[in-house]
């Protein structure tokens, strides 16, 4: 699975949107970008994935590049509930049971 | 929403002993996962389990390590003899394989085990 590289931490202000960049420059045509987050211990999460086309959920929007060498998790309206730690992994295919493997993430902080 | 479930979600034990972690898994996912996070790291991966057998283990998994899927609801992790550094949050995940499932990964709250 291709590497990712995530700033350590982030703020943002509550309401306003939080713009998490990963980059994953060796990622390979078959490889799919998932996003989770953990927030304080909990169990990891998962927000959303896409492969090459932009991508909406009701948690999150999915932003990816042409070239597919970089993208950005956005929360739109960010609460102070979204304070936690995101993990942005490039992994190959969906239908196959393989591993998680997580990086250290962004740590992101949601200030009022 | 179903989830997944485990228990205790705080143990205590002597090193030494055995320890059995337990999971129930979401009710139709077919492949199963232990990870395990040290406090202050990384969540680690340690085994998957898939068709009644180990589908991939990390090299932390080593001999002490065991899974078992007992019946059909539980999914467990057996450490036969604990070390003070197995002390770690143990997270459980399923997953319902499938091109139209996304293979997401669905976590438990996760076990505190504390080794003394």
């Known amino acids: 699975d291709a590497k990712t590289t995530q700033p350590t931490s982030m703020d943002c202000a509550e309401g306003r949107a939080a713009n998490l960049p990963c980059n994953h420059s060796t990622i390979s045509g078959n490889e799919y970008v998932y996003w989770y987050r953990q927030i304080h211990s909990q169990g990891p999460q998962y927000i959303i994935h896409?492969?090459?086309n932009n991508e909406t959920n009701e948690m999150a929007s999915l932003i990816i590049t042409e070239d597919r060498k970089s993208s950005t998790l956005i929360l739109p309206h960010a609460t102070l509930r979204d304070t936690a730690v995101y993990y942005c992994?490039?992994?190959?295919?969906?239908?196959?049971?393989?591993?998680?493997?997580f990086g250290q993430g962004t740590e992101l902080s949601v200030k009022p | 929403e179903p989830e997944v479930t485990q228990t205790p979600s705080h143990q205590v034990t002597q090193m030494g002993q055995e320890v059995i972690l337990r999971c129930v898994p979401i009710?139709?996912?077919?492949?199963f996962y232990w990870y395990r996070q040290i406090l202050g790291q990384k969540v680690e991966f340690l085994v998957s389990f898939y068709n009644n057998e180990i589908s991939e283990k990390s090299e932390i998994f080593d001999d002490q390590f065991s899974v078992e899927r007992p019946d059909g609801s539980n999914f467990t992790l057996k450490i036969r003899s604990t070390k003070l550094e197995d002390s770690a949050m143990y997270f459980c995940?399923?997953?319902?394989?499938?091109?139209?499932?996304?293979?997401?990964?669905?976590f438990g709250a996760g076990t505190r085990l504390s080794v003394l």
């Open positions: 995940a399923s997953t319902l394989l499938g091109q139209t499932t996304k293979n997401i990964q669905y």
């Open positions: 009710s139709n996912h077919l492949y």
């Open positions: 896409g492969l090459k």
């Open positions: 992994i490039v992994r190959v295919g969906h239908n196959q049971g393989g591993k998680l493997i």
